[in-house]
């Protein structure tokens, strides 16, 4: 059974980093998604970044050039480090599995067709 459970979230203040952890149990040897998504009280569930199998990135303009995303194989766990936090940050952060890897890079970011789920790990940056 596939797992997901995040972890590092906190309040921060404007300007400084925070790093999330994704721990994943039961991952297929190839040809899947991790993916990182957030979503703020009235808003639509956004993704931010994903990793593949393949080695890939994927990141929203939002964050890009100042979150990355990375896994650790030995730890199986999957990392969103989170520089230059904004309060528009504030969010609850998930990680989300699905497999296969989709054929365009667009559909990445997208939250209908992943899978697993973990339970979230809020984030608040204040002003």
């Known amino acids: 059974q596939l797992q997901l459970v995040e972890s590092g979230g906190g309040s921060v203040q404007d300007g400084n980093s925070l790093r999330l952890s994704c721990a994943a149990s039961?991952?297929?040897?190839?040809?899947?998604?991790v993916t990182w998504f957030r979503q703020a009280p009235g808003k639509e569930r956004e993704g931010i970044a994903s990793f593949g199998s393949d080695g890939t990135t994927t990141y929203a303009d939002s964050v890009k050039g100042r979150f990355t995303i990375s896994k650790d194989n030995a730890k199986n766990t999957v990392y969103l480090q989170m520089n230059s936090l904004k309060p528009e940050d504030t969010a609850m952060y998930y990680c989300a599995f699905r497999s296969p890897i989709p054929p365009f890079e667009s559909w990445r970011l997208l939250h209908n067709e992943y899978t697993y789920w973990g339970q979230g790990t809020q984030v608040t940056v204040a002003a």
């Open positions: 039961g991952l297929p040897a190839s040809n899947y998604l």
